[in-house]
């Protein structure tokens, strides 16, 4: 999607026939959407309007397709993307699906990478991160995090800095990852940086019930926020994923996902809460705070 788009922007400089929505954030999306279909263009330029999360508003699009004839509209170029599968999305509406797959349209369905796909992968990630990997790293880090490539993305980065040159070895994925068996910090993450307090209060509970250490859950906070702060600061400058991606050197899919959690958050906010993490670091390591209470308050503000 960010490649059709990039194109889209380079044939069209200007970029005022660009417009994206996502139709599962408030229901005022779907009368933008309208509204978009209903202007004319004064330009000689065709019009992209990228769309997430339709299937919601499954009636109201199939009857704004009835209406303006969507399927032999020329002017406007849709990308839908859904992150449902297509068993889930047939269910939602058949109908709508059926139109949206139907030819000419182009579809694609991207499915979770396996076996020797997902190693190769894995290979090349490593190699982006500036590091190697052997093949035993390769299969144990899978045992670990399972085909979750999110996840594997974030845990090579970490690898790759840590090896400091070396070839990444099975030593280093013990010592550094987190087995999927256990309960995994990156949904507790996920959690806090969709503002869900509820979920994150569970999970961080039974992450110290567990035993897991305190002062990494800390860090992994400190690492949220920050990134957050980062990708927000530079979504304010109308910058592109792919160049957020360069800047910061965050993998593209994890700027993808901080994109939408950073939405969550007012850029001011965001710069509290980092302000207030570094002052409860400096309080920790003095012995002025507890790390446990340091670390509900975090979820709670």
């Given at each position: ?7 889209y ?5 200007n ?7 996502d ?6 999306e ?14 000689d330029?065709?019009r992209l309007?990228v769309v ?28 839908i993307?859904?992150n449902?599968s297509?068993?889930?999305?047939i269910?939602?509406?058949k ?16 499915e ?22 052997n093949?035993?790293?390769?299969k ?13 993305s ?9 090896s400091q ?16 068996a256990?309960?995994s910090?990156f ?26 250490d ?5 860090s ?7 990134n957050?702060l ?22 593209p899919?994890?700027v ?14 965001l ?12 309080a ?7 790390i446990?209470?340091c670390?509900y308050?975090?979820?709670?503000n």
């Open positions: 999607m960010e490649k059709i788009v990039a194109e922007h380079k044939k069209n400089a970029g005022i026939g660009f417009l994206s929505l139709l599962g954030e408030s229901a005022g779907i009368k933008k959407l309208e509204d978009s279909i209903k202007t004319v263009s004064f330009f330029e065709k309007v997430k999360n339709i299937f919601g508003e499954a009636e109201k699009l199939l009857e704004i397709m009835k209406n303006w004839d969507l399927a032999g509209d020329k002017q406007n170029i849709f990308v993307t859904e449902l297509q068993t889930e999305l269910k939602k509406s109908k709508l699906f059926g139109l949206l797959v139907a030819k000419p349209n182009i579809y694609k369905s991207f979770p990478l396996a076996g020797r796909q997902l190693e190769n992968w894995m290979n090349n990630e490593v190699k982006a991160n500036g590091a190697s990997i093949t035993a790293a390769v144990k880090l899978i045992d670990y995090a399972s085909d979750d490539s999110w996840r594997l974030q845990e090579i980065s970490k690898l790759a800095n840590y040159g070396e070839i990444i070895n099975e030593k280093m994925v013990e010592q550094l990852v987190l087995p999927s256990n309960l910090i949904e507790t993450i996920d959690a806090l940086g969709a503002k869900n307090k509820a979920k994150a209060l569970t999970l961080l509970a039974r992450h110290l019930e567990n035993g897991d305190p002062y990494r859950l800390f992994m906070f400190v690492y949220e926020f920050r957050l980062r990708v927000k600061s530079l979504l304010a400058k109308y910058m592109l994923s792919a160049d957020i991606a360069k800047k910061t050197s965050l993998h899919f994890v993808r996902k901080m994109s939408e959690q950073a939405r969550k958050f007012e850029l001011e906010e710069k509290q809460k980092f302000s207030i993490l570094a002052q409860s670091d400096i920790i390591k003095n012995g002025q705070l507890d446990i209470d670390l308050q975090t979820v709670l």
